[in-house]
């Protein structure tokens, strides 16, 4: 949240709130970074399965990362203009967010949306546990 707040003040906001955004958004990035890699950490049961994990996931990220940044160049180099690179993220996230879509519906189409945002939906059926049934989680080992 304080990276999107961050980089709407450093696109959108006055020129005298230029540096505290630049905080605010290196704030968030930095928190999201270290996040994302303790993450690696936590779902992972050994350091082996750690390090090939944590590959993995930095490579795949940082291929998509190039990949976004050489669209947004592109997109500059066709349209003369950096407005259109934001907008048309935007629109994306905007078309993707499974919390907008009808259930069955979206990027998972076989995962429930309760599953995906943690609100269990009426039809969504309670076993003696608590749990919910539809919102499974594979059990750690």
Do not use: E, K, N
Not at 2 to 27: D, E, F, H, I, Y
Not at 102 to 110: A, D, F, M, V
Not at 113 to 118: E, I, Q, V
């Amino acid at each position: 949240m304080s990276s999107a707040l961050g980089l709407m003040g450093v696109v959108a906001g006055p020129q005298s709130l230029a540096w505290p955004a630049v905080v605010v958004l290196g704030l968030g990035l930095g928190a999201g970074f270290a996040l994302a890699l303790s993450l690696f950490a936590l779902r992972s049961p050994d350091a082996p399965t750690t390090a090939a994990l944590s590959a993995m996931g930095q490579g795949i990220g940082y291929l998509i990362g190039v990949l976004g940044l050489l669209g947004a160049g592109a997109l500059h180099d066709v349209s003369g203009t950096w407005g259109v690179a934001p907008r048309r993220t935007a629109d994306h996230v905007r078309r993707t967010d499974p919390r907008r879509a009808p259930r069955g519906q979206g990027p998972y189409p076989h995962r429930p949306l309760s599953a995906l945002t943690g609100r269990r939906s009426r039809s969504c059926a309670v076993r003696r546990t608590g749990r919910p049934v539809c919102c499974r989680v594979r059990p750690r080992r």
